[in-house]
Nanobody, 122 residues
């Protein structure tokens, strides 16, 4: 099985920056896509940013120009650089990966990390 471990969450004042990192490990054949979702209290989980093997990158409208996602494909890691944070960015951020695992090499599976809290407050 594949595990995702996030790091880098925390508390920051409005206008500040944080960088989230996620590392995938385990029985990996390949990772098709990696990205970040977030869920604020009382709201649905939403896509923040995602990257597909080959270079296609997607951002939520609310974070365009402020957040940047990058992947280290050989290292099975993904990073989310968040700048100019606002209180509306407060949420639990989840790493997500679409993977091919050694135990099931003909199909893809979606794996989630446990989440990391980001709080933006003055």
């Amino acid at each position: 099985q594949v595990q995702l471990v996030e790091s880098g969450g925390g508390s920051v004042q409005p206008g500040g920056s944080l960088t989230l990192s996620c590392a995938a490990s385990g029985s990996i054949v390949s990772i098709y896509s990696m990205g970040w979702y977030r869920q604020a209290p009382g709201k649905q989980r939403e896509l923040v940013a995602g990257n597909v093997l080959g270079g296609t990158t997607t951002y939520a409208e609310s974070v365009k120009g402020r957040f940047a996602i990058s992947r280290d494909i050989p290292g099975n890691t993904v990073t989310l650089r968040m700048n100019n944070l606002t209180p509306e960015d407060t949420a639990v951020y989840y790493c997500c990966a679409t993977v091919v695992e050694t135990t099931a090499p003909t199909m893809t599976k979606v794996r989630w990390g446990p989440g990391t809290q980001v709080t933006v407050s003055s």
